[in-house]
């Protein structure tokens, strides 16, 4: 019965973030102006943000296990991990510095409500009860961090060429490197916070869950 609930939240939540990506692609590819004049280019930079990949992280692991429970090979918990410390990233920061910029309206803030919102929120719960668990280690919190290094060094790197970033916080033209770098810094030590806590919360429902399984 568990394993059962364990597959529909896990579809659900894969589901979930289909949904908000498809309505996000759809929503831009009918969007005129911006940075990006063609409809190609600015549908393809729609993979440039952090939270559209944070949710591709999501939805694939959650289909994975969705079809197999189990925590798999390594590298599949430190994507396991990644989505779920991503999400989380995602959930806060746009809450505390990009909520209530932008007016959205219709399938616009359907999107946002899907990505931002809902996938956030049910990727935490899902793992809080149904994890995998004891898959936890320092060696893949450690390398949950390559990602989001990657993300930062390509997006820093493009957008000095392109002189676009996609968020404010590192927007270097507005804000210059020494305010990017602070901001950066202060979202890594968030990351690698949350990393440490994920995983010593792993440790803990793992052994709560222990007795039950007995």
């Not at 063609?38 to 939270?51: E, G, H, K, M």
Request: glycine letters at 8%; one cysteine or more.
């Amino acid at each position: 019965m568990r394993d059962r609930a364990a597959r529909v939240c896990f579809a659900l939540t894969a589901l979930a973030v289909l949904i908000g990506l498809v309505t996000q692609l759809f929503v831009t590819a009918n969007t005129s102006g911006g940075f990006f004049p063609d409809t190609t280019s600015r549908t393809l930079n729609v993979f440039a943000y952090f939270t559209i990949q944070s949710n591709i992280i999501v939805g694939v692991t959650c289909a994975m296990l969705a079809l197999r429970l189990d925590g798999g090979s390594t590298a599949f918990r430190v994507f396991r991990l990644d989505g779920l410390l991503c999400i989380t990233v995602t959930f806060v920061v746009f809450r505390v510095a990009l909520a209530g910029l932008h007016d959205l309206h219709g399938w616009t803030a359907f999107a946002d409500f899907m990505l931002h919102g809902l996938v956030p929120v049910l990727c935490v719960l899902g793992w809080l009860a149904f994890g995998p668990h004891r898959t936890l280690t320092p060696a893949v919190a450690a390398w949950s961090t390559v990602f989001p290094l990657a993300w930062l060094a390509f997006t820093l790197i493009r957008g000095a060429f392109l002189d676009w970033y996609p968020y404010p916080f590192i927007d270097v033209v507005a804000n210059g490197y020494g305010k990017v770098s602070v901001n950066c810094v202060l979202i890594a030590v968030f990351f690698v916070a949350l990393a440490a806590g994920a995983t010593a919360l792993d440790r803990l429902l793992s052994r709560r869950s222990e007795p039950s399984r007995r």
